[in-house]
């Protein structure tokens, strides 16, 4: 193994990097970066001969991150996002400038992010936020932030890699039936017996049904969806019933009925950033106005949804526990 002790990377050839394992080829890389293939294989041979290990398998259907190349690329995203912060160092003081790219689900965009955006526009006019609003499972929106497509996430806890997480907001799951459909005053799922179940596609929503499994519910799935508002079209018309989050079920459609679930279940919500983009002002701004106007929000102020506190969970390549502080 070669020794790469006083030897420093450059600048081009973390970009390099960075760049292949979100294109996931080479030839995508070199067009998004307006550089040749040949020099920017050349800048990642060149990287790996410093560190004196590979970092990438090539293949014929694309590249590979090896494990070491997991651990180099995490660090070289957090270098790069400290250098895209050195133009704030020298702005006008107090001023925030800059692009945050946000990934979540479509029900956070639709009740979180309004009022918040609303007074980051007011505090920070000189802030552009891009949102990406399509997210059906936590792990789209965790790629997307450790991948460096998006810079700060809203997710659903626990998640794993090298993010940091702030807990954010604790959203009851529910019971989403016909409406008309008479409250039950006995076993929840009895009532439901002859109900066609319609399963929601997702982690979260899997580990729910399976707390469910142990209370007594034992309906097999009649269909499997991943879109929300599908699975509530089909509700207000008698197909059967679901569980969702209350969240995604607002505002309730006409047709639709909630029903407590019977068992606390939750989706946890989180702030989820990698932590050297973290600290662009940018990203910090939008991050902290976040937390600080969750209790504003409709969904918190109506009952909804529960504020959550507390101090942001370190990052870490290990699964995080669901138990966030401040719950």
Do not use: N
Request: charged residues 15%.
């Amino acid at each position: 193994m070669t020794d790469s002790r006083g030897w420093q990377p450059s600048l081009a050839q973390l970009r390099a990097l960075v760049a292949v394992t979100q294109a996931g080829s080479f030839s995508q890389a070199a067009a998004t970066l307006g550089v040749t293939q040949s020099g920017l294989s050349h800048a990642v041979v060149s990287l790996e001969a410093g560190l004196g290990c590979s970092l990438l398998t090539r293949t014929r259907r694309g590249v590979t991150v090896t494990a070491a190349g997991e651990r180099v690329v995490g660090r070289a995203r957090e270098i790069l996002a400290l250098v895209e912060t050195l133009p704030a160092e020298v702005a006008t003081p107090g001023e925030v400038t800059g692009t945050v790219r946000l990934v979540c689900f479509r029900s956070v965009a639709t009740h979180l992010l309004p009022i918040v955006l609303h007074h980051l526009s007011a505090e920070h006019p000189r802030v552009h936020v891009e949102v990406d609003d399509g997210c059906l499972e936590r792990e789209e929106v965790e790629r997307a932030v450790l991948s460096g497509k998006a810079d700060l996430g809203i997710a659903q806890l626990p998640v794993h890699g090298h993010l940091q997480v702030w807990p954010l907001a604790s959203d009851p799951y529910v019971l989403v039936v016909p409406q008309g459909m008479k409250a039950p005053t006995g076993p929840v799922w009895e009532a439901l017996a002859e109900l066609p179940y319609i399963e929601l596609q997702c982690s979260g929503a899997l580990s729910v049904v399976e707390a469910c499994v142990h209370a007594g519910f034992h309906h097999r799935p009649a269909m499997r969806l991943r879109e929300d508002s599908s699975i509530l079209a089909l509700v207000a018309r008698g197909a059967g019933f679901s569980i969702l989050p209350r969240l995604a079920v607002e505002p309730v459609p006409a047709g639709v009925a909630i029903w407590p679930l019977g068992l606390e279940q939750r989706r946890e919500l989180g702030v989820v950033v990698l932590p050297g983009v973290g600290r662009r002002p940018a990203v910090r701004a939008l991050r902290q106005l976040l937390r600080s106007q969750i209790g504003l929000t409709p969904g918190v102020v109506q009952g909804l949804l529960q504020a959550r506190g507390g101090q942001p969970e370190p990052a870490s390549s290990l699964l995080q526990s669901s138990t966030v502080p401040g719950a």
